[in-house]
């Protein structure tokens, strides 16, 4: 199936709806007050060791790199949410680097990445999460393609990528020097065609909002 030509309008992230539910998760805009529940998660490196960033040392990390938060939105470059199960938050997904065009051609991509409570791995939280921010992606805020990336050995990761439907494109060797040696990156994506063929074909089940 080919894909639909690219929006007609470049919409502004602020004006649309940023609340997400499925039966066990929420996805929303996040706040100061995040950082408390937050905190006892990142300052843990072995839940940290497959994101790009280090463990959080002090609370007040935690609460600057919230408030960055409502910066890119405003800026239109990204949308991060709060991931909340159970009336808590236990971890962040976020469509980055959104980029609609370059000079004379449109993108209309960006990039998925996330991250949830290590006592909640394995739980298929952090499926139905990024299934609903998959699903925003391209229904409500309209891109052509969302790419995601993991790295080689994140077996969790890589089976969250699978389930939402997402075509594995290649692997980056040596690409990200971590904690003393290099990491292969595995590199996923899927157009708004692949995402509108998956749910009729039923590939996979996608969480009701």
């Not at 990200?176 to 509108?196: C, H, N, V």
């Amino acid at each position: 199936m080919l894909s639909a030509p690219p929006r007609s309008s470049i919409p502004t992230l602020s004006d649309l709806p940023l609340v997400i539910e499925s039966p066990r998760v929420t996805l929303r805009p996040q706040v100061d007050s995040d950082a408390d529940g937050f905190f006892p998660y990142v300052r843990d490196p072995a839940m940290t060791k497959y994101v790009t960033w280090a463990a959080h040392e002090h609370i007040e990390e935690t609460r600057e790199w919230l408030k960055k938060s409502a910066e890119m939105i405003a800026a239109g470059t990204d949308v991060v949410w709060t991931i909340e199960h159970e009336g808590a938050p236990v971890g962040c997904i976020g469509l980055h680097t959104i980029k609609w065009g370059v000079r004379a051609v449109r993108l209309d991509l960006a990039e998925l990445g996330y991250w949830i409570a290590q006592p909640l791995w394995g739980k298929g939280l952090m499926t139905e999460a990024a299934t609903l921010a998959t699903r925003w992606a391209f229904e409500t805020l309209g891109l052509h393609k969302v790419n995601v990336m993991c790295l080689d050995g994140n077996i969790g990761s890589q089976r969250v990528i699978e389930k939402v439907g997402f075509r594995f494109v290649g692997r980056a060797e040596d690409h990200i020097w971590r904690d003393g040696k290099w990491f292969t990156q595995l590199r996923y994506e899927l157009t708004s065609s692949e995402w509108a063929d998956s749910t009729r074909t039923l590939r996979f089940t996608r969480p009701r909002s």
